[in-house]
């Protein structure tokens, strides 16, 4: 059977933009697979997706006419309900038969499989290939019905009468197999070749096609439109590259902007604007967020990162004269900027300080009070924090952060622009005389903010920034709004990495007790007994960071199980445990370190710390003491000294006196002081082998 390729295009009215790249690789992935799915296109096929806002699309290669014929084994019921004790086929053989359009004549050329009562007839045939016409009606059918629609329109068709459902009204359908159309219809629509090209632009309308291949030729050449998604966003981003050159400049970066833009223009048209200097006096990151946000601009920056008076337009028209396009942008972005101004001025005529008695009104949590209460709570964990870090002079410094860092919740521009928040507490600090080892703690102790994030610049923001964090993490954990499965609607999960990325930086701090630290400060009551669950959810997310850095789920466990209080520790504890395992010694002695921990667990009574050598009998339990006694000091050593590589490597010479121990000594021995001496001996193994990791967690 020839294999041709096949196009699909949906022309519909604007799509939403934020949701279009999504939306058009679902189409393309969801119809390929529903044509593989039905034998009537390879699984490595080639598959390209088209996404304009106008449009949604696909391209398969290698699509058959019709699927290729296929055997198929039908299981029907045990032989001795298909036949009599006569061998001939029951009721209930030929009534099956009939359903799957066979008469009684099939009944003697049945498959058998099985044996004695496990015996089952089978009836094999062959299942014509399904044609292209009635596979792509289910594939497209499929496809429409599996994307991930925002939100559902409900319209009615041209005849007035029919309502039908999609993410926006539908009002062509193209369907080519080579050159042939493929006569199927959805949404009271039939297919066709010709298409909608760009609205002013286009120098043929309609583009009718001369074939799947020619498609996105033709929908550039005579319909002004770049169909891909990927090819027009690189189109984009190539000439906003080449617009700011000249000036030596270069636009901001912002790869949802870029998303956002292509799925808004169909022949992009990048222009050059500006605005009044004056403006540029307002924080830079309130001009850039309203420019973004608001009119979708690119802002152009200097080689410093400074904001300028540029910036680039994506325009979705090309005339000969722009001028009129880049006036009309550069109006429509001067009241925008001026709001912005105004915010800027308004709220700089009053203090942080005195917005805070403010956040009094402001409900955080209604089980957990209002921001003002959490204000409270976040400056008593940074003052905790700061006296560890740094002593009284940083705790008095986080606590002053921590009191106004929520402040700006409060102003005209983070009410304007959320995304400011934190940001704009830093410019008002400054303005307000603050010292800027405080004013940027307000800024940062939302870092980091996501993964990759860059960390607070200066110790008092990181007070601020754990103290922010560590009091969200037990305050929600203690009413029970925990992260379940996929849902986490209170970011808990980032937070707690944002915690351990700080720790990882700072060996001077101890997780058991900041988080003692942070349900400490709620007043009593308020939370439940959450210390223990709220310590797992943290040391998880950390087995999850380090396996994702290649450490397999032994090592991690290994190290993890003795919950070290120092997160900064836990890398390099990594690293010894592997090195480690790589010795030949390694596996024996995890074995016995594993039995070692059973035999303890199971001794009855509290068992001694150390053995008395003078109650020694076998010459074995003798050797291991005194091994013990050699290597325990330079393990314990070098692990004090934070070289837990080498605490590690020393206990491999222990394989040969505790292979000699136990092949040789009886542990639960009949007399009890002689059995009691042999457990302390066996607990001081075990303390000495398992300072940095639990090595039991390496055994097979």
Known sequence: MSAQNLLVELFVEELPPKALKKLGDAFAAVLAEALVAQGLAEASATVASFASPRRLGAHVAGVLARAADRPVATKLMPVAVGFDANGAPTAA?????????????????????????????????????????????????????????????????????????????????VALHGTEVVPLSVLGLAAGRTTQGHRFEAKTNPVALRSADAYAEQMRDEGAVIASFT????????????????????????????????????????????????????????????????????????????????????SNISPADASAVVGGNERVVRPRLADARFFFDQDRRRTLDSRVLGLAKV??????????????????????????????????????????????????????????????????AQHDGIADDIAFAIEDHYKPRFAGDTLPRNEVGVCVALADKLETLAGLFGIGEKPSGDKDPFALRRHALGVIRMLTEKPGLHLDALLKDALAAFPAGLLGDVGAELENFVY?????????????????????????????????????????????????????????????????????????????????????????????????????????????????????????????VMVNAEDAALKANRLALLNQLHRTMNRVADLSRLAA
């Open 93 to 173: 053989l030929l009534k099956r038969l009939a359903a799957l359009g066979a008469d009684a004549s099939a009944a003697g050329s049945l498959r058998r499989e099985g044996e004695g009562k496990q015996a089952a007839l089978f009836f094999d045939s062959i299942a014509p290939g399904v044609s292209l016409a009635d596979g792509l009606q289910h594939a497209l059918e499929a496809a429409m019905a599996k994307l991930p629609i925002p939100k559902i329109m409900s319209y009615q068709l041209a005849d007035g009468w029919s309502t039908v459902n999609f993410v926006r009204p539908v009002h062509g359908l």
């Open 363 to 428: 409900v955080y949590h209604n089980k957990l009070g209002t921001q003002g209460e959490r204000v409270t709570r976040v400056q008593a964990i940074a003052r905790a924090i700061g006296e560890k870090l740094g002593g009284a002079t940083l705790a008095l410094k986080a606590d002053q952060a921590a009191l106004l860092a929520k402040a700006d919740l409060l102003t005209d521009m983070v009410g304007e622009f959320p995304e400011l928040q934190g940001i704009m507490g830093r410019y008002y």
């Open 231 to 314: 090819e027009r966003r690189a189109e984009i981003a190539r000439q906003l590259a080449a617009s700011a050159a000249p000036l030596g400049l270069a636009p901001i970066e912002d790869d949802a902007l870029l998303d956002e833009v292509t799925a808004l223009v169909e022949r992009p048209n990048v222009l050059l604007g500006r605005f009044d200097e004056a403006f540029l006096e307002v924080p830079q990151e309130c001009l850039i967020l309203t420019m973004k946000a608001n009119q979708k601009y690119f802002p152009l920056l200097d080689a410093a990162g400074r904001l300028t008076n540029r910036f680039l337009i994506v």
């Open 540 to 664: 998880d997310r950390i087995s999850g960071m380090e396996r994702e850095r290649g450490f397999s789920a032994n090592e991690v466990d290994a190290v993890l199980s003795l919950r070290p209080p120092v997160l900064a520790d836990i890398p390099r504890r990594l690293e010894a445990v592997r090195a480690f395992a790589a010795l030949p010694e390694a596996e024996s002695l995890a074995a016995a370190n594993k039995r070692v921990g059973n035999i303890l667990k199971k001794a009855e009574g509290e068992v001694g710390a150390a053995a008395d050598v003078a109650r020694f009998v076998e010459a074995e339990e003798k050797a291991l003491f005194a091994a013990l006694t050699d290597i325990a000091p330079r393990a314990d050593a070098a692990f004090l000294a934070g070289d837990y590589t080498a605490s590690l490597q020393v206990l491999a010479a222990l394989k040969a006196p505790v292979d000699a121990f136990f092949d040789k």
